[in-house]
């Protein structure tokens, strides 16, 4: 056992079966009160091999106070996914089934059923001897492209001092799966998701990138070195991604793509379920923060590097300059104080940035987006919204196109 496994492994090891010597990715898939599981495994099935072995885990879960009607979805998808494991694994790409139907009403959730298997996956990869393979995420609903096993094993081998990616991804927007709503609705969340994140971009934020539960992987021994997986019952992605980003070296894989569902959802407090569910229940449009909360931001972020050199004085000359909602959201969260610790603690411009952003991450960041979004700027149309940010007016659908080609790009 490694020290991480010693110190931070929620449970003991799961699977006795000694891995392929090869084995050089883990593909971990959170499960709990999934329809069909089955069809996610069988989309992996159905990728081109890459080099390497492969190993799938699946984690079929659920708390310890869930209902009778979870329970039995849980045993039958256990029994499922049992039987197509028999009829469709094989050496080099094998499947493995963790079942844990009563685990602790206080952390139960997709953050530790994502643990659970990610831990199971260092695990599988030290004992192969791999501990820099690749661990990623997948989930029970979602699909992908045939060379999904393939790009990520030659994104890690092309970019090897890379720790950690977020995987392209794209919801389906059009079929006969689901009601005409759902992916009306879909389409909103997905343009809401792509226009915040190149928001940020415009404002000169740089650790935006796209943290989707089902669209990101890890290196093994990375993945240990930062804690491993929280336990949130949800945004567990968010918090997770959000300790790579910062150190550098994080990439984007865009040359394949995840599929994830666009199916409603009430198993979470916030997310793509709860977000599609929400506007079905309120028959209402998707609302994105408005651009004056990132143009605001833009003034701020500019001045960044400026703020290394410059007096108390003159600091306070141009804070009490900035606009009322960045302004003001700093000056509550001590900023005075933090630059000036900032400052004693770095030795030159570089340092002085990356420890700023450290302090100004992500999270700080969003707590200003809700911040300006309550006080100053509320909230508009998505499609409003991402029409300032392209610069260009169209449907939903256009705006999501047009955001998705820049993704891609």
Known sequence: MTKYLQKHAFLPPQIMETP???????????????????????????????????????????????????????????????????????????????????????????????KVGMDEAVRRLEMAGNPQGVIACFDADSNCDTNYLQAIESHFKNNPDSSACSIYYEHPTQGT??????????????????????????????????????????????????????????????????????????????????????????????GTGKAIQ?????????????PNVFKDLKVFLEQVSDFYTLNEVDLSDRINSLPDSIRTFLLQYNFYNKWAEIKRNTANLTSFEQRFFRWFNAFIILKYVHDARDRYYPSIPVQEAASWLANKEGSELELLESFRQRDRS
């Open 20 to 114: 392929a010597p090869d084995l050089s990715m883990v593909i971990v898939i959170p499960c709990h009160d999934e329809p069909d599981a089955v069809s996610s495994l069988q989309a992996l099935r159905n990728c081109a091999a890459p080099p390497g072995s492969v190993e799938v885990i699946i984690v079929i879960n659920s708390s310890e106070v869930a209902s009778d009607t979870v329970k039995t979805r849980n045993a039958e998808t256990l029994k499922a996914v049992e039987e197509w494991i028999r009829e469709y694994t094989d050496a080099r790409f094998r499947c493995f089934a963790l079942y844990h139907p009563d685990l602790p009403k206080k952390h139960a959730g997709v953050g530790l059923a994502r």
């Open 177 to 270: 799966d689901f009601p005409k709503e759902v992916y009306s609705s879909i389409i909103q969340y997905e343009l809401y998701l792509r226009y915040y994140v190149h928001a940020l971009r415009f404002s000169g934020f740089p650790h935006a990138y796209q943290t989707i539960g089902s669209s990101m992987a890890v290196r093994a021994d990375a993945y240990q070195r930062q804690g491993g997986m929280n336990r949130r019952k949800a945004g567990e992605d968010f918090y997770f991604l959000h300790k790579f980003i910062p150190l550098g070296n994080f990439t984007e894989l865009k040359t394949t793509r995840v599929i994830p569902s666009p199916r409603p959802s009430h198993r979470v407090p916030f």
């Open 278 to 290: 929400d506007m079905l229940d309120a028959q209402s449009r998707y609302m994105a923060y408005h």
